[in-house]
């Protein structure tokens, strides 16, 4: 007969055994990791893989980052010739997991001296004041594009900025926040273009800017300044799971921005875009705070069709002005997200979804706190092809058709049915009215552990 302590022995290791079967079931796989002396089990947030039917990112091979990377491709990084040589190369495939240390400055170089919008212009010939003094449009006209020899140097000059903040990320790849560290990216840009199977986890990702704004006198009425630089941009990219992140101007908000020939000198682009010809992503418990166009799903009305298939789900949105997201084509999945939409630090709501270029959106059980003087057909928005199936979305606590809301209010219908029903909708919650005290504590950069 076995002892006493023998049999203690076995029912603890059946019942560590009990405890990782739970916790893979509740939260994905992984590497589970026992702490015997606890006897509780936690997953290895490096190596953690999106849950079965946890939105579009998860169909057919589903999303696995780098969890099979070996030892020789899992690095810890904290300066920006670091994080550049752990990604090697995009066609280098090979699992790998990036582990992110701290805030990594983009604008350094590769021995972490500071550089600044006039050392990418050293050398170019590019001055803005050269710049606004050759395409006024009161002496160059509003008809054309610039052209000539400053429009040349601003392009140089953007091209040496993009050389040093844009982060190319191949295949296989998991880049994950140490939590604890304030893990971030600050004034650069991931770039996951044409690779498949990507994890983008826990990190803040703060003041992505273009020092070179073009000008461009033909977009709209006015004209407008138009950036580069996504925080984070999928292109051509599929299963793609960007999970508990961070997405913020800060500390450099628009309010900040001066003003040339009347319009707003604007130096960012989005938090994080998904077009030309994306596919198969989940993008959920991130926060996206202070910003203009925040999300583009499709980057024209003729990007890809049968493609851009996206799940947004238990995001928090706030001080947004417009794009949460604007989507084209696909079919997009917009469930349990929380938008407060009061304005905040000059940041002012123009609109949160907008559906286009027949895009089937299903935005269902989401949360908007509104202002009194905010009217409600500017929650959604539409050009007269797009579709969204408005069901159990809450205003301030109140169930809303926001559809009829916006048709009222607009010559542009929004069409209210889809031709596709979303099945991939594991966590979705049947109510949104916890929502706003859920999320405020369960998302963004930081609440991993």
Not at 345 to 358: E, F, T, V, W
């Amino acid at each position: 007969m076995a002892s006493a302590s023998h049999r203690r022995s076995l029912r603890r290791r059946r019942t560590l055994v009990v405890s990782a079967a739970v916790v893979a079931a509740g939260v994905g796989a992984g590497v589970l990791v026992m702490n015997a002396n606890a006897g509780t089990t936690t997953v290895d947030l490096y190596h953690r893989t999106l849950a079965a039917k946890d939105g579009w990112a998860s169909s057919g091979s589903g999303t696995t980052g780098g969890a099979k990377a070996d030892s020789a491709h899992t690095f810890t990084v904290s300066t920006r010739a670091q994080l550049v040589k752990a990604l090697g190369s995009v066609s280098d495939t090979t699992p790998r997991i990036i582990r992110i240390k701290g805030t990594i400055d983009a604008n350094t170089d590769d021995s972490g001296k500071k550089l600044t919008c006039a050392n990418y212009a050293s050398g170019t010939g590019y001055s803005l004041s050269s710049y606004l003094k050759a395409y006024d449009p009161a002496t160059y006209g509003r008809s054309k594009l610039p052209s000539g020899s400053q429009e040349t140097a601003r392009a140089a000059a953007q091209k040496k900025q993009a050389a040093n903040i844009v982060f190319k990320v191949p295949a296989n790849t998991s880049i994950v926040g140490v939590p604890g560290t304030k893990a971030g990216i600050t004034g650069g840009m991931l770039q996951i273009q044409k690779v498949d199977n990507v994890i983008v986890r826990n990190l803040t990702f703060s003041a992505t800017q273009d020092c070179f704004p073009q000008w461009d006198p033909t977009d709209g009425d006015k004209g407008n300044w138009n950036s580069q630089y996504d925080a984070v941009t999928l292109r051509g990219a599929t299963h793609v799971w960007a999970d508990h992140n961070t997405f913020t101007d800060a500390p450099g908000l628009d309010t900040a921005d001066p003003t040339y020939y009347g319009r707003q000198f604007q130096i960012h682009d989005g938090e994080l875009d998904i077009t030309k010809g994306s596919d198969l992503v989940t993008v959920e418990r991130n926060q996206f705070t202070n910003h203009d166009k925040t999300m583009l799903i499709g980057s024209s009305d003729t990007d890809s069709t049968g493609k851009l298939r996206v799940s947004i789900h238990h995001n928090v949105w706030k001080g947004i002005v417009q794009r949460a997201p604007l989507a084209r084509l696909g079919q997009i999945h917009i469930y349990n997200n929380f938008y407060d939409v009061t304005a905040l630090n000059g940041y002012d709501l123009q609109y949160s979804i907008n559906s286009r270029a027949k895009a089937q959106v299903v935005a269902q059980n989401n949360f908007w706190k509104t202002s009194a003087s905010q009217k409600l057909s500017k929650l959604f928005s539409g050009d007269g092809t797009g579709s969204i199936a408005d069901s159990g979305n809450l205003v301030n606590g109140t169930a809303t058709d926001l559809d009829a809301a916006c048709n009222a209010a607009s010559s542009k219908k929004i069409r209210t049915t889809v031709n596709w029903t979303p099945t991939l909708t594991a966590g979705l919650e049947t109510s949104a009215k916890n929502l706003p005290t859920e999320l405020a504590s369960t998302t963004g950069a930081g609440v991993l552990s």
